[in-house]
């Protein structure tokens, strides 16, 4: 993977008009009620999860609705570290996920911790860490946020608008297979 740009902010003023896909906001406007309801539905948490991660499948599917509503229900009332800690609870939810869902519920404060904008990120010395984007624990998803939202107040956008012009960008310019570093 290449540099396009001398720096990552002049990638971002570059990449500004990437649309959000189709699918994130069916979930948006599925997910539009969370904040004022305070929680989520079985059925929010379980398309949320299928959309990041469909793998762990089975495993959503064992978290009875009420569970997830009671570590909804306190999540979203909780600090940052916690929010995560508290999610990654449910079944089949990794700290990804767990940013998926924070992502739809609030995208103007949080966006997806994904293998592809880490990798950017890396390219561009914003971490020095994890080069492959892989295996990501509580602290390096609070560095990548702190990275996101210092860019997000920089342009005026949302944090998932940082992440998104950061993850399509890298699939631009990405050669050979993502997992392969």
Same mark, same amino acid.
């Given at each position: 993977?290449?540099?396009?740009?001398?720096?990552?902010?002049?990638?971002?003023?570059?990449?500004?008009?990437?649309?959000? *896909?189709?699918?994130?906001?069916?979930?948006?406007? !599925?997910?539009? +009620?969370? /904040? =004022? @309801?305070?929680? $989520?539905?079985?059925?929010?948490?379980?398309?949320?999860?299928?959309?990041?991660?469909?793998?762990?499948?089975?495993?959503?599917?064992?978290?009875?609705?009420? *569970?997830?509503?009671?570590?909804?229900?306190?999540? !979203?009332?909780? +600090?940052? /570290? =916690? @929010?995560?800690? $508290?999610?990654?609870?449910?079944?089949?939810?990794?700290?990804?996920?767990?940013?998926?869902?924070?992502?739809?519920?609030?995208?103007?404060?949080?966006?997806?911790?994904?293998?592809?904008?880490?990798?950017?990120?890396?390219?561009? +010395?914003?971490?020095?860490?994890?080069?492959?984007?892989?295996?990501?624990?509580?602290?390096?998803?609070?560095?990548?946020?702190?990275?996101?939202?210092?860019?997000?107040?920089?342009?005026?956008?949302?944090?998932?608008?940082?992440?998104?012009?950061?993850?399509?960008?890298?699939?631009?310019?990405?050669?050979?297979?993502?997992?392969?570093?």
């Amino acid at each position: 993977m290449k540099k396009e740009y001398p720096n990552l902010k002049i990638l971002i003023e570059n990449n500004l008009d990437t649309p959000e *896909t189709a699918e994130a906001k069916k979930l948006f406007n !599925l997910l539009h +009620d969370v /904040k =004022t @309801k305070g929680f $989520l539905s079985q059925n929010q948490f379980y398309n949320v999860a299928m959309w990041k991660s469909p793998r762990p499948k089975k495993n959503y599917l064992r978290n009875p609705e009420q *569970t997830i509503i009671e570590i909804s229900k306190s999540a !979203l009332v909780s +600090d940052e /570290k =916690t @929010k995560i800690k $508290l999610l990654t609870e449910l079944k089949g939810v990794s700290i990804a996920v767990a940013s998926a869902l924070l992502t739809i519920i609030d995208p103007e404060n949080y966006g997806i911790i994904d293998i592809r904008v880490w990798q950017l990120l890396h390219l561009y +010395d914003e971490v020095k860490t994890k080069p492959s984007g892989q295996g990501f624990n509580l602290n390096d998803y609070i560095l990548y946020l702190t990275i996101l939202r210092e860019y997000a107040r920089e342009f005026n956008l949302n944090v998932r608008d940082i992440e998104r012009i950061l993850f399509f960008h890298h699939r631009k310019i990405q050669v050979g297979n993502l997992y392969s570093k």
